[in-house]
């Protein structure tokens, strides 16, 4: 036992299994848990008749065995997600429990003796991160720092809800890392890697699938490129197996369990065992007992059926990989290290398409596929530690947005603010103004994308800020887009002078979840070049006579004119505009003519304000 004051640790929050882990005179130490093990399922279990006993970990996945109702497990794939997502994307079929839409928000409903009680999965997080803080507690006495590790690929409102759930556990999180990334440190730091080189992490687990390439420099890691799906893993393949099995007893006797909690839930686990076995053997057996009354049923299962099932999925991992090194821009020969990290990346078929996409190589398996995670956020937790114990060689790691962030301004121009391939945090900020005299409003759309018309890339959020009233283009406003050290994107717009301020949360995924968007956006924005030029040309124009009668307006109202047709001709040329578009062209420059025909002699005469040189 040591204690450690100030101590900083590291956490896998596993989608199955969660470690701890720190970091202290020069070795990683995982911290076994109060069952004397270094790995605890991610599994809670409520009693029936007393609804606020619960055990959680090892015993909670066995008590869940007779009582799965009441075991709640894989709550990653809830976490930060509304019901819809998780309904559309996990078939809730598959699971023991009981999940409920409470206005789109999921909620757990657990029956108890007399009563039903419901927990949010951030609720059910809470939990799991108690008993590890408690466990930890008991080797190194009380501590609240931690890094916390979650999928490349979770998005703003995953990244809040683990956030919370550690806060309300009592934890101070000092940073989320990337689970890639900390399985990357991990193996910099066991193999001594201090060369430059480009090393790609191929990470599947029980729910989510990553993939990463990042490069070693002297005192840096930085990642080039993410990938990933976090609704892919181990899990999709059990459910496979368990749709095989069910039709067989189907065959056999007419009877499918899957209406039935109790039975899927053991059948679940029978599945999982034996996939894991084929890791090993060639073959196995699947022994239903007491799965159909007075039968005891052995199902033969091979490894080859097993590959055949899981070909497509095996196959979708390798693809996302081929993406992600065609997105990074370098060679694949160029990629020195290929780890494996994950619990599903065991699967000596997924190794042998993986090596075979690599012309070949030898993978590097040499980290601890439950404790890689944990060793990595145990490092990066004790660069964050001022305890002399804890002293280690600082490796910055540098995450980078892989696409370009913007705002659609004046007419539809995609704004950019932040360029893909900025490293994070950032925080950057532009200046718009007002296009109308006594606008009342502004509204920003918020863009993911290449394409110089914003319409043509991802729209992540949109939200109103009002604006004090003023002349064309005399209120200005400024909008800052802030990605913090945990990816976590919000925007402020701001008035200059004024009071008005909004700050909005984007629900922000670094990258793109589905597989078709990113490869889509890639390919646009390369291959729209002269698209998006003439786009550009053609809407300078139009934003030159949306401020030319914006401007005539305002010094209409303002000054006497002769002709009072002109400031209809003006506001319906605006109202016209919105509708414009490239091909609209000829249109614009029409109108254009025909307005500054009539308008320019009484500008020049009045000396009208805040005009475009006339
Ligand atoms: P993780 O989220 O990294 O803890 O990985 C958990 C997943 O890895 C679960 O779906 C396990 O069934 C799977 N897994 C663990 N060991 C093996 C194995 N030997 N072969 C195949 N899958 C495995």
Same mark, same amino acid.
């Given at each position: 036992?040591?204690?450690?004051?100030?101590?900083?640790?590291?956490?896998?929050?596993?989608?199955?299994?969660?470690?701890?882990?720190c970091?202290?005179?020069?070795?990683?130490?995982?911290?076994?848990?109060?069952?004397?093990?270094?790995?605890?399922p991610?599994?809670?279990f $409520?009693?029936?008749n007393q609804?606020?006993?619960?055990?959680?970990?090892?015993?909670?996945?066995e008590m869940?065995?007779?009582?799965?109702?009441?075991?709640?497990y894989?709550?990653? *794939?809830?976490?930060?997600?509304?019901?819809?997502?998780i309904?559309?994307?996990?078939?809730?079929?598959y +699971?023991?429990?009981?999940?409920?839409?409470?206005?789109?928000?999921?909620?757990i409903?657990?029956?108890?003796?007399?009563?039903? +009680?419901?927990?949010?999965?951030?609720?059910?997080?809470?939990?799991i991160? @108690?008993?590890?803080?408690k466990?930890?507690e008991?080797?190194?006495?009380?501590?609240?720092?931690?890094?916390?590790?979650?999928?490349?690929?979770?998005?703003?409102?995953? *990244?809040e809800?683990t956030?919370?759930?550690?806060?309300?556990?009592?934890?101070t999180?000092?940073?989320?890392?990337?689970?890639?990334?900390?399985?990357?440190?991990?193996?910099i730091f066991?193999?001594?890697?201090?060369?430059e080189c480009?090393?790609?992490?191929?990470?599947?687990?029980?729910?989510?699938? !990553?993939?990463?390439?990042?490069? *070693?420099?002297?005192?840096?890691?930085?990642?080039i490129c993410?990938?990933?799906?976090?609704?892919?893993?181990?899990?999709d393949l059990?459910?496979?197996?368990?749709?095989?099995v069910?039709?067989?007893?189907?065959?056999e006797? =007419?009877y499918?369990?899957?209406? !039935?909690?109790?039975?899927m839930?053991?059948?679940?686990?029978l599945?999982?065992?034996?996939?894991?076995?084929l890791?090993v053997?060639t073959?196995?057996?699947?022994?239903?007992e007491?799965f159909?009354?007075?039968?005891h049923?052995?199902?033969? +299962?091979?490894?080859k059926?097993?590959?055949?099932?899981?070909e497509?999925l095996f196959k979708?991992?390798i693809?996302?990989v081929?993406?992600?090194?065609?997105?990074?821009g370098?060679?694949?020969?160029k990629?020195?290290?290929?780890?494996?990290?994950?619990?599903s990346?065991?699967?000596p078929?997924?190794?042998?398409?993986?090596?075979?996409?690599?012309?070949?190589k030898?993978?590097?398996?040499s980290t601890?596929?439950?404790?890689?995670?944990?060793?990595?956020?145990?490092?990066q937790?004790a660069?964050?530690s001022?305890?002399?114990?804890?002293?280690?060689?600082?490796?910055?790691i540098?995450?980078?947005?892989p696409?370009s962030?913007?705002?659609a301004?004046?007419?539809?121009?995609?704004?950019f603010?932040?360029?893909?391939?900025?490293?994070?945090?950032?925080s950057?900020?532009k200046?718009?103004?007002?296009? $109308?005299?006594?606008?009342?409003?502004?509204?920003?759309?918020? +863009?993911?994308g290449?394409?110089?018309?914003?319409?043509?890339?991802r729209?992540?959020?949109?939200f109103?800020?009002?604006i004090?009233?003023?002349?064309?283009r005399?209120?200005?406003v400024?909008?800052?887009l802030?990605?913090? @050290?945990n990816?976590?994107l919000?925007?402020?717009?701001k008035?200059?002078?004024?009071?008005?301020?909004?700050?909005v949360?984007?629900?922000y995924? *670094?990258?793109i979840?589905s597989?078709?968007?990113?490869?889509?956006?890639?390919?646009?924005s390369?291959?729209?070049?002269?698209?998006? @030029?003439?786009f550009?040309?053609?809407h300078k124009?139009?934003?030159?006579?949306?401020?030319?009668c914006?401007?005539?307006?305002?010094?209409f109202?303002?000054?006497?004119?002769?002709? !009072?047709?002109?400031y209809d001709?003006?506001k319906?040329?605006?109202d016209?505009?919105?509708?414009?578009?490239?091909?609209?062209?000829?249109?614009? =420059? !029409?109108?254009?003519?025909?307005?500054?025909?009539?308008?320019?002699p009484?500008?020049?005469?009045?000396?009208?304000?805040?005009?475009?040189?006339?």
């Open positions: 036992m040591f204690i450690m004051e100030d101590c900083v640790i590291g956490i896998d929050l596993g989608t199955t299994n969660s470690c701890a882990a970091y202290k005179n020069g070795a990683i130490e995982i911290f076994e848990n109060a069952e004397e093990e270094t790995i605890t991610s599994f809670v $409520f009693f029936k609804s606020t006993d619960i055990i959680v970990g090892k015993y909670g996945a869940g065995r007779s009582l799965p109702e009441n075991g709640i894989e709550i990653k *794939r809830f976490i930060g997600k509304t019901y819809q997502e309904n559309l994307q996990n078939n809730l079929q +699971f023991s429990f009981k999940v409920e839409d409470d206005g789109n928000d999921p909620i409903v657990i029956q108890g003796e007399n009563h039903v +009680f419901k927990k949010t999965p951030q609720e059910i997080a809470t939990i991160l @108690q008993k590890i803080k466990d930890v008991a080797k190194i006495g009380n501590f609240n720092k931690a890094v916390i590790t979650v999928p490349a690929y979770f998005n703003t409102s995953q *990244r809800a956030l919370s759930a550690a806060k309300e556990a009592g934890f999180v000092l940073k989320l890392l990337s689970e890639p990334n900390a399985a990357a440190l991990s193996y066991k193999n001594n890697v201090d060369d480009y090393s790609l992490i191929y990470d599947l687990g029980g729910g989510t699938f !990553d993939v990463s390439i990042l490069k *070693r420099t002297l005192n840096n890691i930085d990642v993410v990938d990933g799906d976090t609704n892919l893993g181990g899990k059990d459910n496979l197996i368990v749709d095989y069910c039709e067989q007893l189907e065959n006797y =007419e499918n369990p899957k209406s !039935d909690r109790r039975t839930r053991r059948m679940q686990k599945c999982e065992k034996a996939k894991e076995a890791s053997t073959a196995t057996e699947i022994i239903l007491g159909v009354t007075g039968h049923e052995v199902i033969d +299962f091979t490894r059926q097993f590959e055949e099932m899981g497509k979708r991992t693809e996302i081929r993406r992600c090194v065609d997105k990074s370098i060679a694949k020969d990629i020195k290290h290929v780890v494996l990290a994950g619990g990346s065991r699967i078929k997924i190794q042998e398409l993986l090596s075979a996409y690599f012309d070949g030898t993978l590097n398996k601890n596929f439950d404790e890689c995670i944990a060793e990595g956020a145990a490092l937790a660069m964050f001022c305890n002399p114990e804890q002293r280690v060689n600082k490796i910055k540098t995450d980078v947005i696409l962030l913007g705002i301004c004046n007419w539809g121009e995609m704004s603010i932040i360029k893909k391939n900025t490293p994070i945090p950032i950057k900020s200046n718009f103004v007002n296009v $109308f005299n006594d606008q009342a409003t502004i509204t920003f759309k918020l +863009f993911e290449e394409r110089l018309e914003a319409a043509k890339n729209l992540l959020d949109e109103i800020l009002d004090t009233p003023a002349p064309p005399q209120c200005q400024i909008l800052t802030n990605i913090d @050290q990816g976590i919000t925007t402020e717009a008035e200059k002078y004024g009071e008005n301020v909004k700050k949360k984007i629900n995924v *670094r990258g979840q597989d078709e968007e990113i490869e889509k956006i890639l390919l646009d390369t291959n729209h070049e002269a698209e998006d @030029q003439r550009v040309i053609v124009k139009k934003v030159y006579l949306g401020h030319y914006s401007s005539v307006m305002y010094n109202e303002k000054l006497p004119t002769t002709d !009072d047709k002109i001709l003006c319906n040329t605006l016209r505009l919105e509708g414009l578009e490239v091909e609209n062209e000829d249109i614009i =420059e !029409d109108l254009t003519k025909l307005i500054k025909e009539k308008c320019d009484i500008a020049k005469k009045y000396e009208y304000k805040y005009m475009d040189d006339l």
